[in-house]
Structures are given as structure tokens and as C-alpha cells.
T-cell receptor, first 109, second 115 residues
């Protein structure tokens, strides 16, 4: 099983770019990397998913180096509404799916 | 609003009891996933159903069971409840064959409190 490590918390200011790195040293060949965002009292919400290199969508970018042992979620120009918990998820299916403990992102004005 | 509904929103019960949590997936989604989220364990995958059949199993206790019905709604049954079962239980659904590479849409959760 992939063992996932991500920072417990991060602080940022509005308008800054935030990078959250997830370490997954024993990621398997078939594993994808997915990031979810969770607000208090709500279910997690899909942000982005990738397998290798770089993926970008309308809300974030995901950078995955060639060895795939880590990944970085990049949130451009954060706002107060981006304050949430961000989960890194590694896996393909079944009980090989592993969530990280989550990173609390606090955005200040 | 993800389109996934869960009932009840809150549930308070006593140790030793049995409860049933219900989930209705997004219209057209065939896969349903159940997760447990507690303060000390984080998000834990419990079980997944695809089109009525169990597809994947995670850290689900033997006291817990689930099923997916022909109309694709799912129920999670928790029995012989213990204090440690107090947690948020989330249901998620996805559209396709049920690989975890599919985007999962989470419901608002059921908060279970065992006294």
C-alpha cells in the first residue's frame, strides 16, 4: 500500500500561489494521484487527478515528477474561500486506495 | 450540490444498537462508495459497489455491511455499535465502471454519534 505524507497545515495570503506537496514513496505502477478539497461539514470535492507529468484544469495544477514518488498541488492566486482541508489520494481500485491525513490550508486577508 | 443524497443527516444512538445509513447516487452513476471519517483515523475507504455487486473492500469491520439495490441506492448497516464507531460516514458515487480513477462525487455525510 502507498504510504502518504502531506503537511499538516499551511498558511497563505490572498492572491498568493500555494503549493502543497504529497509524498508517496511506494506508489504502484497502476496508481493514480488524486486531490480532493473538503470544507467543514461537507463531503470532499474532486479537484484534480494525474498519473505523470503535469495536469492543469480551471482550478489547479498537479505536478508529478518522473519517479512519481511525490506530487504537488498548485493553487494559483488563492482567496479566502480556498480555506479548506486538501487530501492527497493514491490508488487504483480496491483496498489499495489510500488517503493522506489531509493538509489544512488557511488563507488570510 | 454534488447530486448525492444521504439520510439521515444526524444519528444518535446507544452502544450495542444497529443503524442503517442510506445513500442515493447521482442520476446515472453506477458505482457507490462508502467512507468513514473520524478525527483520529482520517478518511477511510470502507466498501464499493458497482451496479449492485460488491467491487472493492477496504477497512470495513465485520460488524458493518452494505448493499446496493436495483434502483442503485445503497445502504450501510452498522451493528453492535461501539463508542469508536462515532464518525462521519460519507457516500460517494461515480459514473463508470468503478475504477477509482473515476471522479467521485461525495454526499453531505451522516454524522453518527454513539453514546
Amino acid at each position: 500500500l502507498a504510504k502518504i505524507t502531506q503537511p499538516i497545515s499551511m498558511d497563505s495570503y490572498e492572491g498568493q500561489e500555494v503549493n502543497i506537496t504529497c509524498s508517496h514513496n511506494n506508489i504502484a505502477t497502476n496508481d493514480y494521484i488524486t486531490w480532493y478539497q473538503q470544507f467543514p461539514s461537507q463531503g470532499p470535492r474532486f479537484i484534480i487527478q494525474g498519473y505523470k507529468t503535469k495536469v492543469t484544469n480551471e482550478v489547479a495544477s498537479l505536478f508529478i515528477p518522473a519517479d512519481r514518488k511525490s506530487s504537488t498541488l498548485s493553487l494559483p492566486r488563492v482567496s479566502l474561500s480556498d480555506t479548506a482541508v486538501y487530501y492527497c489520494l493514491v490508488g487504483e481500485y480496491g483496498n489499495k486506495l489510500v488517503f493522506g491525513a489531509g493538509t489544512i490550508l488557511r488563507v488570510k486577508s | 450540490d454534488s447530486g448525492v443524497t444521504q439520510t439521515p443527516k444526524h444519528l444518535i444512538t446507544a452502544t450495542g444498537q444497529r443503524v442503517t445509513l442510506r445513500c442515493s447516487p447521482r442520476s446515472g452513476d453506477l458505482s457507490v462508495y462508502w467512507y468513514q471519517q473520524s478525527l483520529d483515523q482520517g478518511l477511510q475507504f470502507l466498501i464499493q459497489y458497482y451496479n449492485g455487486e460488491e467491487r472493492a473492500k477496504g477497512n470495513i469491520l465485520e460488524r458493518f455491511s452494505a448493499q446496493q439495490f436495483p434502483d442503485l441506492h445503497s445502504e450501510l448497516n452498522l451493528s453492535s455499535l461501539e463508542l469508536g464507531d462515532s464518525a462521519l460516514y460519507f457516500c460517494a458515487s461515480s459514473a463508470r465502471q468503478g475504477s477509482f480513477t473515476d471522479t467521485q462525487y461525495f454526499g453531505p455525510g451522516t454524522r453518527l454519534t454513539v453514546l
